[in-house]
């Protein structure tokens, strides 16, 4: 399946850092974060990415290339302007999969993602959330997702708390590509505003529940948790 990275965010939370380094692009123990990623997949036999890039996107592309050292094989989409999470996938439309394994490109979750695309696949359903219990290992990140009984995402809030939201979106999803083609095209759009919202009142965004913590390098303080988790 084609693994798809949104790796065009400023990063204005890592300043002076992302000055003049991509987030993604940022170091860890030796490599770019976003190489950390990568390498995880290839070694799950996910070999085909697509790299979303954006500000300082030349960073990125200097480095992957066409991906042959990678042990991949590398493809680039790149916004002619902020454009949003969902905005930057409906810009790359013409180059996605009729299904694709979508990441954010600032957080890393160790688990075997042939599982959650194997359960994908099997719900039938247009999207799929990994989602992380807080409950078992605090992510640091404030819960924003509700299950419904029957494991579908009932709820998503972006930054406000209450006492149902039990899990916390882990930065792993499953789409299928016409998801987004009702989308208008360059347009800055927003996943948690826009497309979270319409699968879910549809019924058709599905959840992984993972018990293991991801990490994300959003701000200096995640960044150190995760360089001294690879260490």
Known sequence: MQVVILAGGLGTRLLPITKCVPKPMVEVAGRPFLEHIVSHFVAQHFDRFLLLVGYLGEQVQDYFGDGVRFAASVQYAREPQPLGTAGAIRHAFGQLDPEFLLLYGDSYLPID??????????????????????????????????LS???????????RATPDLRYVEAGVLCFRRDVFAGLPPSTAISMEHVVYPQLIAAGQ?????????????GTPSRLEEFAAATL
């Open 149 to 159: 009984p029957n494991g579908t995402v009932a709820r998503y809030e972006k930054d």
């Open 113 to 146: 993602c042939r599982e959650v695309v194997r359960k994908y696949r099997e719900s039938k359903l247009r999207g799929l959330m990994v989602v992380c219990d807080n409950s078992l290992q605090d992510t640091g990140v404030v819960n924003n997702v509700a």
């Open 205 to 217: 965004l599905g959840a992984f529940v993972t018990r293991q913590r991801f990490f994300d390098i």
